[in-house]
């Protein structure tokens, strides 16, 4: 179980401190297939870094099964089991694609193991495993590379930052079906930031992040709803409310 | 019969286990250690200087050759002129490579010349190692110079790597292409300690159609320096492309200098360079894939100089 408890972030910034994160405690329960979606700025990928061990949080615990984690470094909070898929991963040059997928899995995978990995983000593995994982690939390739090591790393808590961001179409679909899998399994614990349906309505959980806080939590049936009625012709609740 | 030093060195420079097949070459301390030449490729010692030649008849195919050096004696000089004859249509895999284990006080070197006329429609690669070790504060010290004549339709890949040990380098590579002709030069370089390296490198492309690729590849750390000079020429309708990597640690300092002249309006060259140390995003990656810091690091410059 991971546990936030009174998580804040503060940055400097041209007038003075910006607050990123304003006291968030919450928790994920284990092998929860967790949503996270809000506007833009709202705060969630700061919340997954800080989670990682990306951002240090100004004040505040994390908790990962019962384990103080806050003072542990980003290889620890790996090792501990827990994993990150970056919105927009970086490039290596010379370091291929299998390499990056043995470094994750932590050992040599057979031929077929990497292939699988591939083949659940949509990419055909005979194509890609040889390649460099340099700007020879293109911005959704890389990314979809970037998932496949979440995969083959296969942590007990795997956090994805907007997994669907950059990905065509056809891929994407792929890619929801992977989702779906793991969904179905209920093996490992999932917190994905979305913005997109497909992927909201696989979750057990919605968390509403605006504003550096958690505005709503619950089922997709109930919290879905109130999102797309928030949303019409651009103008949200939270602007309505005036929390913006 | 080689000794275990000899024998280690060659698994480096050569990754000699054992005698390999082919036509073979080792030369130690100056001396011929062993000699064994195929139907096609047949290995002379020079008469006026010290060296060897080495024909390739024509259409030779899928052959090896392997000329390794070994220089075990402290405070040796080693000046040698190996020039390659390669026929017409031969396909021929030739990996040379020199070690240096330098246990004394005295600076060890071997200045390696290597000259290749590559003939019509020849294919040719060429592998590289350099290594140094030992424990001595002698240097040692590699200064090789490659010097290549492509004929028309010929291809060469041309691999230089230098990983470890070796305290003073200065590398040429000259190549002149013919038409229709390519050559591919990929260098490889780390550098740690205080030790110095210079690579300077002249391709001309003189015959329609010629390409050339140039990749260089190099890691400068603790205080060590390097200089890349590359430069390409353009003198018909022809490619080319120079692509300096380098990534800096600690107190090094890398200087690259590439250059391209075009002097025909059908030549088209590109240079980049880039230097600069490990992007920290790269390690942060690996670091949430359950590598510390230093083995993201290690991994990351493993890759780099593949």
């Known amino acids: 179980m991971l546990e936030l408890r009174n998580i804040s972030v503060t940055v400097p910034a041209e007038n003075g401190d910006a607050d990123i994160l304003k006291n968030i405690s919450l928790t994920l329960e284990d092998k929860k297939f967790v949503v996270v979606t809000g506007p833009n700025g709202g705060g969630k990928t700061t919340l997954a870094k800080v989670i990682m061990g990306l951002l240090t949080p100004s004040a505040g615990q994390i908790f990962y099964n019962g384990q103080d984690i806050t003072a542990l470094s980003i290889a620890q909070r790996a090792k501990l ?14 370091m291929k694609v299998s390499d990056l997928l043995r470094i994750a899995a932590g050992r040599f995978l057979t031929h077929e193991e990497a292939c699988s990995y591939l083949t659940k983000v949509g990419l055909c593995a005979r194509d890609y495993l040889d390649r460099d994982v ?38 994407f679909a792929r890619l929801t079906e992977t989702f779906q899998e793991l969904h179905d399994q209920q093996q490992k614990t999932i917190l994905i930031i979305s913005h997109q ?3 909201i309505r696989l979750a057990d959980e919605i968390i509403l992040v605006a504003n550096g806080q958690v505005q709503e939590r619950g089922p997709v049936e109930k919290i879905y709803p109130m999102i797309l009625n928030d949303t019409v012709a651009g103008c949200n609740r939270l602007e309505v409310e005036g929390k913006c | 019969m080689l000794n275990e030093i000899q024998k280690r060195i060659l698994e480096q420079v050569a990754d000699m286990a054992k005698i390999p097949e082919g036509a073979v070459n080792i030369r130690s301390d100056g001396q011929k250690e062993y000699r064994h030449n195929t139907k096609n490729i047949q290995i002379t010692s020079k008469t006026d200087k010290e060296g060897i030649d080495i024909h390739i008849a024509p259409f030779t195919k899928d052959e090896e050759v392997h000329i390794p050096v070994i220089v075990t004696q402290s405070g040796f000089h080693d ?4 020039d390659f004859f390669i026929g017409e249509g031969a396909q021929v895999n030739i990996v040379a490579g020199c070690g240096i284990s330098n246990c004394g006080d005295c600076d060890s070197e071997h200045d390696g010349i290597h000259t290749f006329h590559v003939g019509k429609n020849a294919k040719v690669t060429y592998t590289e190692k350099h290594y140094g070790e030992g424990t001595g504060t002698g240097k040692r010290i590699l200064n090789p110079q490659t010097i290549l004549y492509l004929e028309e339709g010929a291809s060469v890949t041309l691999e230089t790597v230098q990983i470890k040990g070796v305290d003073d380098t200065k590398r040429y590579t000259k190549a002149e292409i013919g038409k229709d002709a390519e050559i591919t030069i990929q260098e ?12 300077e490198m002249d391709v001309f492309l003189n015959g329609e159609n010629a390409k050339t690729r140039v990749i260089s590849r190099s890691v400068a750390q603790d205080t060590s320096s390097q200089i890349f000079y590359p430069r390409v020429e353009g003198n018909c309708a022809c490619f080319g492309h120079v692509q300096c990597d380098a990534i800096i640690m600690g107190n090094a300092k890398v200087r690259a200098i590439p250059e391209i002249t075009c002097n025909h309006v059908d030549a088209s060259l590109i240079h980049e360079a880039a230097i600069g140390r490990i992007a920290g995003e790269q390690i942060t990656k690996l670091m949430t894939l359950g590598l510390t810091a230093e083995e993201a690091e290690e991994e990351i410059l493993k890759g780099f100089l593949r």
């Open chain 1, 81 to 94: 089991g827990i994993s990150y898929g970056f919105q927009q991963p970086p490039r290596f040059k010379g």
């Open chain 1, 134 to 171: 340099d700007t020879s690939l293109s911005g959704g390739e890389v990314k979809r590379i970037e998932i496949a090591t979440v995969l083959a790393k296969n942590a007990d808590l795997m956090i994805y930052d907007e997994p669907e961001a950059g990905i065509d179409l056809w891929s």
């Open chain 1, 197 to 199: 349906e497909r992927i």
């Open chain 2, 79 to 82: 000046l040698v002129y190996n």
């Open chain 2, 188 to 199: 490889k370089l780390l550098t740690h300690g205080d030790q110095h390296a210079v690579s």
